[in-house]
């Protein structure tokens, strides 16, 4: 059995707490390696380590610090298939999904390599008389990220690669159920010149958490998970007097038009509800029909895709449209919250509770399921399933639809599909969601956008990547200056015009 380990001080350090979790490989079912579970103690010690490099790494020039940027983007495409691979046999999702989650985070260290441009501060020439004023980014110092298990290459580069192009240092708290891609990138990172100390990766549960929030030198956190642990860690960093961003579950809602293109709309719902069984926090999850004609032709154009669609390991082949869910107890949640849906009326138009794929009948997947005549008040709408279960939720008009949306605790990502350019526009305008997609049913933006939701889905002022992350790991130092030129002009008392 693997044991895996800490990434500390440039260094595999085994872990010292003698606690361990099971990282599996979701398609056997099998237990793969032990995932090594910080104590306090080990946390800060990494503190310490990192404490120590941060202010040097600081002083090198920020063109400097984007070449290891640059570097490291070379040795992510040499090591794309590897990474991909151990990432998929933690995951359980599909090859190209998994080079998919690396190149998505390759992207946002692209964007960092413009950290020179994009740390510049502002300057005032002759603010007053004699007297010139500028502001200066500083990095923060020790920064620290906590990750969840869904996109273990592409979230932990999000935190990482802005929060050290910025000059500081960082330690990641990967997800523990799989942590050899985050393990693989920080060691690719030292490879492209970082030095050590700088990422560090701490494996851990809520033991290792709380050490971080807790610990006095680290000044940021950036979460992404759950949300009941997003407000708990957002709360008590706050409290802490850390900087916090934290981002948490979803439910997103796509509306369906009846003038939509709707075998444009079924395949997009297609790849955004199944693929990667469900488990994306931009996953379509409820389809909103507007009209009981528009919700017939839906319904009857999905059937047929989800009935044909191919659930298997990530070694089947190009053939594998998604593969098992993260944990036996991931799938247990779902299977559960799909009984729920049965018991509280829903019609499961599609059943896939009996799935079962021979030689692979320990794995841990789940059949595709499709529910119609969704209510509010059902657990399956209103709760994170986070699996191969797409909702219908049939509306009558399309204020009902977007109200809908509005109402749900959550606001991470949300499309509508029509051909109306009026409807889309205001739908754009009104909904209170993060990000909107229209006849896009997954629109994640880019790494020189930002990416973040509302409501309950995220936590703090700032969101993931593009401009604000060079706002989140830094701090601005605004400075007056006057140097000696004759002027004399007394004490002062009061505050007063400069000129
Ligand atoms: P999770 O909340 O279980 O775990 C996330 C991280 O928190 C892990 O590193 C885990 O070790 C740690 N953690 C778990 N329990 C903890 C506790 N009690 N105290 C302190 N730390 C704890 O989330 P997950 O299952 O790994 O990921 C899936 C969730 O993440 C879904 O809800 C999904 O919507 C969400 N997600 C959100 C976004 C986004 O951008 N909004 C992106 C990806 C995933």
Redesign the pocket.
């Known amino acids: 059995m693997q044991e895996l380990t800490h990434y500390i001080g440039g260094a595999h350090v085994k872990g010292t707490s003698g606690r361990f979790s099971d990282v599996y490989n979701p398609a056997t079912g099998e237990v793969q390696a032990k995932c090594p579970l910080a104590s306090p103690e080990e946390l800060a010690h990494a503190v310490e380590v990192a404490a120590k490099a941060q202010p040097a790494w600081a002083a090198v020039n920020p063109q400097r610090r984007a070449r290891v940027m640059m570097k490291f983007v070379d040795l992510l495409n040499r090591d794309m298939d590897k990474l991909a691979e151990a990432l998929s046999r933690e995951h359980g999702k599909t090859m190209p999904d998994a080079a998919g989650d690396v190149q998505r985070g390759l992207e946002v260290v692209e964007y960092c390599i413009g950290a020179p441009q994009l740390l510049k501060g502002e300057f005032t020439d002759s603010a007053g008389p004699g007297i010139d004023m500028y502001s200066m980014r500083q990095a923060l110092g020790v920064t620290a990220g906590?990750?969840?298990?869904?996109?273990p290459a592409m979230?932990p580069m999000w935190m990482f690669a802005p929060a050290i192009a910025c000059g500081n240092a960082f330690i990641l708290?990967?997800?523990?159920?799989d942590p050899s891609v985050p393990l693989m990138l920080a060691e690719l990172m030292e490879e492209a010149g970082l030095p050590k100390g700088i990422l560090q990766v701490v494996n851990?549960?809520?033991e290792a958490?709380?050490a971080i929030i807790d610990h006095p030198v680290i000044q940021s956190i950036g979460?992404?998970?759950?949300?009941?642990?997003?407000e708990?860690?957002y709360g008590r960093g706050c409290s802490n007097g850390k900087r916090v961003q934290c981002?948490?579950?979803?439910k997103n809602h796509m509306i369906i038009m009846p003038d939509a293109d709707m075998d444009q709309a079924a395949d997009a719902l297609i790849g955004a509800g199944y693929g990667a069984a469900g488990?994306?926090?931009m996953a379509i999850s409820v389809a909103v029909p507007v009209g009981d004609e528009t919700a017939d032709r839906l319904v009857e154009k999905l059937v047929p895709r989800i009935e044909a669609l191919k659930v298997g390991p990530y070694t089947g082949g190009k053939d594998v449209d998604y593969g098992p869910v993260v944990t036996a107890a991931a799938k247990e949640n779902i299977l559960r919250l799909i009984q729920t849906g049965i018991d509280q009326g829903a019609d499961l138009v599609v059943d896939g509770r009996n799935f079962n794929l021979q030689g692979y009948e320990d794995g841990f997947f789940v059949g595709p399921h499709l529910f119609d005549r969704v209510t509010r008040d059902m657990d399956i709408y209103q709760k994170?399933i986070?699996g191969p279960v797409l909702s219908v939720v049939r509306a009558q008009s399309y204020e009902e639809a977007l109200g809908l949306a509005m109402d749900h605790e959550y606001g991470?990502g949300t499309a509508i599909f029509t051909r109306d350019g009026d409807a889309a526009r205001d739908f754009a305008n009104r909904i209170n969601v993060g990000m909107i997609g229209i006849n896009v049913p997954i629109p994640v933006p880019l790494a020189y956008h930002t990416?973040?939701?509302w409501k309950k889905?995220?936590f703090g002022d700032l969101n993931?990547h593009g401009p604000d992350a060079f706002k989140f790991y830094t701090r601005t130092k605004t400075i007056t200056s006057r140097w000696p030129s004759g002027i004399k002009d007394g004490a002062a008392f009061n505050f007063k015009a400069m000129d």
């Open positions: 906590i990750t969840p298990f869904n996109f979230i708290k990967p997800s523990e159920r851990g549960d809520k958490v709380d979460f992404v998970g759950s949300t009941p642990i997003a708990y860690i981002f948490g579950g979803a488990e994306r926090c994170e986070f991470n990416f973040g939701g889905s995220a993931q």
